[in-house]
């Protein structure tokens, strides 16, 4: 791949590290994880490997064994033109893609009692990544970012207003996903996306409905957590 573009995606969980390599096309290259970090650690890597790995107990070792595999298969480091990063909790704040610069990092950083899991396991891959490609711009996506557009009717809690004023408010899950879907099924039925009112629904370990008014999100199942809404396979 000598001096091709490419952009590196980083989703940093708490116990899984899911990786994806792109082309200046934003064609799909690759896509792999580590999983089980912390317990049983495995590096997955779509028609590649799938293997134990060593020592993995933080989000950032693994993503060191993810471009340790990658290296070895010809992504080299400084082939890296973009990085992205998956954040969980926005906040208020962030409603579009930002530059990873000190101060969005600093800003993420205080909306850790919002998201105590994911926000921290989040900034360890944008730090190691900042750390290893400094020149490289690094760009963060959130899941809550979609769900800014809610009216206040949607995200208002009957709670004391100082509570409110505090950041006591739903900010909805998933928006990565749900935005997603919702550009795709305008797709499929052959009809621009500001035509069409559609309900999109998030399936997994994690569950969310989202009501999507002319390509922007109105309503969503999930609240201040995401453990409001719909049963889901491991939040009760």
Known sequence: NGGMTQYLVVNAGSSSLKFAVYDRNLALFLKGQVSGIGSMPRLEVDGHASR????????????????????DHGHEPEHFNGIGHRIVHGGASFSAPTLLDDETIEAIA?????????????LEAVRLCR????DVPQIAVFDTAFHLTNPAFATTYAVPERWRAAGL???????TSHKYVAHRAAEEVGRPLSDLQLVSIHLGNGASVCAVNRGQSMDSSMGMTPLEGLVMGTRS
């Open 52 to 71: 134990p790995v060593t020592d993995v107990t933080t989000p950032s070792e693994g993503l060191l064994v993810a471009l340790e595999w990658l290296a």
């Open 110 to 122: 205080v909306l850790t009692p919002l998201a105590p899991l994911h926000n921290p396991a989040n």
């Open 131 to 134: 750390g290893l490609w400094p």
């Open 169 to 175: 408010r739903r900010y909805g899950f998933h928006g």
